[in-house]
């Protein structure tokens, strides 16, 4: 089998976060206010913007509260999720992981064996389970989950954890449609009367460098946000060439990170991150998107390897989102928030004449804590909400940056300019009804074409 990969998504994130960081100034508090060139900056400072004011801080420490043992499983044993429930042990003590469940035999196995040898933690056979029913039998044996699946089973899971009354972890993107976001948002209701906690795997959110920007942004050192740039340009991901024992079903769950239906397109997949700490540092509501995209090299799936979408929110302001996944090419992984007296990007604050007026110092975060991996925090902040029994559901803020990203996405793919509200009163659902492994009406998977040609009639 051919297995064609650069960088995970994990690795590629690692390096543009520690890039975006690791040109520091030596000293200071990660708070201060450093002096540019020409000297002592004192800018103007509107009043701070109310609307961000509302937003939870997370709690950042090495690792989170002791507490009452918590009995962990996993449903989704790809990378990704056997990745995640090792950071869930570096996040706190008295963690016991007890269930595991995938679609897939080879993938629960592989899991418990990686468990065993990282963790010293030995799941039992009996509590391994296999098929399209594993999350279930997984739900009903841990108190908190993991939903880590390719993110078009999300709402379907998040919605039987939460009717048993368990706390969840569940990875970005957490829909793929229309249908899976107004699932998720009705569910999350009951998951707050029930207080029940909820982390979703916008890792950045649990990110010192960018808690302490947002911080600052929402006190309002950049003014009133006037627009933004949001990247996620890398190489080509993984892909999985079809071996002959496969149904069709098993192929596409296999690559399934090649998929609409699976995964959404690497606009929802990956480059929600980008897309969502806009929505997160702007506070603004989204109208419309006008984008396009291409398929130039993807080798398997029915889905495209990149996006150009220009993004409307209220307010006039204009966000550019970009994202890429071919080999070659430039990459960037990054975001910047424009102001009316400046502006935020890797970790630096300037004024609008360009003078340095902030930047976060990694070196002191080192030196001040021991654990600086967000994917790691965003569990030390799970845990502690958990023990601390205190509010803490991530679900609506991501919710919306997923169905952000399938506005951008459904605007490449048909070429129109779309409206938010319109988008919402679709039925959009691409989660089969009784998915199996078996053969499949594969003429339905086809690459969009956006607009007509000249033939066209």
């Given at each position: 089998?051919?297995?064609?990969?650069?960088?995970?998504?994990?690795?590629?994130?690692?390096?543009?976060?520690?890039?975006?960081?690791?040109?520091?100034?030596?000293?200071?508090?990660?708070?201060?206010?450093?002096?540019?060139?020409?000297?002592?900056?004192?800018?103007?400072?509107?009043?701070?913007?109310e609307?961000?004011?509302?937003?939870?801080?997370?709690?950042?420490?090495?690792?989170?509260?002791?507490?009452?043992?918590?009995?962990v499983?996993?449903?989704?044993?790809?990378?990704q999720?056997?990745?995640?429930?090792?950071?869930?042990?570096?996040?706190?003590n008295g963690?016991?992981?007890?269930?595991?469940?995938?679609?897939f035999?080879?993938?629960?196995d592989?899991?418990?064996?990686?468990?065993?040898?990282?963790?010293?933690?030995?799941?039992?056979?009996?509590?391994?389970?296999?098929?399209?029913?594993?999350?279930k039998?997984?739900?009903?044996?841990v108190d908190?989950?993991l939903?880590?699946?390719?993110?078009?089973f999300?709402p379907?899971?998040?919605?039987?954890?939460?009717?048993?009354g368990?706390h969840?972890?569940?990875?970005?993107?957490?829909?793929?449609?229309?249908?899976?976001?107004?699932?998720?948002?009705?569910?999350?209701?009951?998951?707050?009367?029930?207080?029940?906690?909820?982390?979703?795997?916008?890792?950045?959110?649990?990110?010192?460098?960018?808690?302490?920007?947002f911080?600052?942004?929402a006190?309002?050192?950049?003014?009133?946000?006037?627009?933004?740039?949001v990247?996620?340009?890398?190489?080509?991901?993984?892909?999985?060439?079809?071996?002959?024992?496969?149904s069709?079903?098993?192929?596409?769950?296999?690559?399934?990170?090649?998929?609409?239906?699976?995964?959404?397109?690497?606009?929802?997949?990956?480059?929600?991150?980008?897309?969502?700490i806009?929505?997160?540092?702007?506070?603004?509501n989204?109208?419309?998107?006008?984008?396009?995209?291409?398929?130039?090299?993807?080798?398997?799936?029915?889905q495209?390897?990149?996006?150009?979408?220009?993004y409307?929110?209220?307010?006039g302001?204009?966000?550019?989102?970009?994202c890429r996944?071919?080999?070659?090419?430039?990459?960037?992984?990054?975001?910047?928030?424009?102001?009316?007296?400046?502006?935020?990007?890797?970790?630096?604050?300037?004024?609008?004449?360009?003078?340095?007026?902030?930047?976060?110092?990694?070196?002191?975060?080192?030196?001040?804590?021991?654990?600086t991996?967000?994917y790691?925090?965003?569990?030390?902040?799970?845990?502690?909400?958990?023990?601390?029994?205190?509010?803490?559901?991530?679900?609506?803020?991501?919710?919306?940056?997923?169905?952000?990203?399938?506005?951008?996405?459904?605007?490449?793919?048909?070429?129109?300019?779309?409206?938010?509200d319109?988008?919402?009163?679709?039925?959009?659902?691409l989660?089969?009804?009784?998915?199996k492994?078996e053969?499949?009406?594969?003429?339905?998977?086809?690459v969009?074409?956006?607009?007509?040609?000249?033939?066209?009639?």
């Open positions: 089998m051919k297995h064609k990969t650069s960088l995970s998504r994990r690795q590629f994130l690692s390096t543009a976060t520690v890039a975006g960081a690791g040109a520091l100034v030596a000293g200071g508090s990660a708070l201060s206010v450093s002096c540019g060139e020409k000297g002592e900056v004192k800018p103007q400072k509107p009043a701070p913007i609307r961000l004011k509302s937003w939870r801080i997370p709690v950042l420490t090495d690792k989170a509260i002791d507490g009452k043992e918590l009995k499983g996993l449903v989704g044993c790809g990378g999720g056997t990745g995640d429930l090792i950071s869930l042990t570096k996040a706190a963690l016991k992981i007890v269930a595991l469940g995938d679609v035999k080879d993938k629960v592989g899991t418990r064996e990686r468990v065993k040898k990282e963790t010293n933690q030995d799941v039992p056979e009996a509590n391994c389970f296999v098929g399209f029913d594993a999350y039998k997984v739900i009903d044996l908190v989950v939903l880590i699946t390719p993110p078009v999300r379907l899971h998040f919605e039987a954890a939460v009717q048993a368990k969840i972890f569940m990875e970005k993107p957490i829909c793929v449609d229309v249908a899976g976001a107004k699932k998720l948002l009705a569910i999350s209701k009951i998951a707050d009367t029930k207080k029940l906690c909820v982390c979703t795997g916008t890792q950045r959110r649990h990110q010192r460098y960018y808690v302490e920007s911080k600052l942004i006190d309002g050192i950049i003014g009133e946000i006037t627009g933004g740039n990247y996620w340009n890398q190489g080509q991901l993984w892909y999985r060439e079809r071996q002959k024992e496969w069709d079903m098993e192929w596409m769950i296999r690559d399934w990170v090649n998929w609409t239906w699976l995964s959404g397109d690497h606009i929802v997949e990956q480059h929600v991150h980008n897309l969502d806009f929505n997160w540092f702007s506070g603004l989204p109208v419309a998107a006008t984008g396009f995209g291409a398929r130039h090299r993807r080798v398997t799936g029915d495209y390897d990149m996006f150009s979408v220009d409307e929110y209220e307010n302001v204009h966000l550019h989102s970009m996944q071919i080999d070659g090419c430039a990459q960037n992984v990054s975001e910047f928030i424009h102001g009316t007296h400046g502006y935020w990007g890797g970790g630096t604050i300037k004024d609008l004449a360009g003078n340095e007026l902030w930047k976060w110092d990694g070196e002191k975060e080192k030196q001040e804590f021991k654990q991996n967000p790691v925090l965003e569990f030390v902040d799970l845990i502690t909400a958990i023990r601390e029994n205190k509010p803490f559901n991530e679900t609506e803020a991501t919710a919306n940056s997923s169905l952000l990203a399938v506005l951008g996405r459904e605007s490449a793919y048909t070429g129109k300019r779309i409206k938010w319109d988008l919402k009163n679709e039925n959009m659902d989660l089969p009804q009784d998915p492994l053969k499949q009406d594969m003429s339905k998977y086809v969009p074409v956006p607009g007509k040609g000249k033939s066209d009639k």
